[in-house]
């Protein structure tokens, strides 16, 4: 079992940045991959980044490409996102995964944290 727990959402206006961060506990970190998805007011929940247990591969979704940056601390079993240049649209609730490979978390990941909500104003 692995334990997620995000933290770091808030406001913020447009053009602005936040940094979210998801510490793990539980099964070893150090082997799982892992990623960001988001979910907005009636829409359904979306992929954003993730970050393979290496931390060599990163891949993201082409909304927020150039704009957010995904990478992890393996020492510390913490995986951050820090969003810059932030839009209206990326207000939603954020959710950290967990799972075995890099494919998987960006799909469909076994282990999800309770979310953190981000808010960007106009």
């Known amino acids: 079992q692995v334990q997620l727990v995000e933290s770091g959402g808030g406001l913020a206006q447009a053009g602005g940045s936040l940094r979210l961060s998801c510490a793990a506990s539980?099964?070893?970190?150090?082997?799982?991959?892992m990623g960001w998805f988001r979910q907005a007011p009636g829409k359904e929940r979306a992929f954003v980044a993730a970050i393979d247990w290496q931390a060599i591969n990163t891949y993201y979704a082409d909304s927020v490409k150039g704009r957010f940056t995904i990478s992890r601390d393996n020492a510390k079993n913490t995986m951050f996102l820090q969003m810059n240049s932030l839009k209206p649209e990326d207000t939603a609730v954020y959710y950290c995964?967990?799972?075995?490979?890099?494919?998987?978390?960006?799909?469909?990941?076994?282990?999800w944290g309770q979310g953190t909500q981000v808010t960007v104003s106009s």
């Open positions: 539980g099964r070893t970190f150090r082997r799982l991959a």
């Open positions: 995964a967990v799972d075995g490979t890099s494919v998987k978390v960006r799909t469909k990941p076994t282990y």
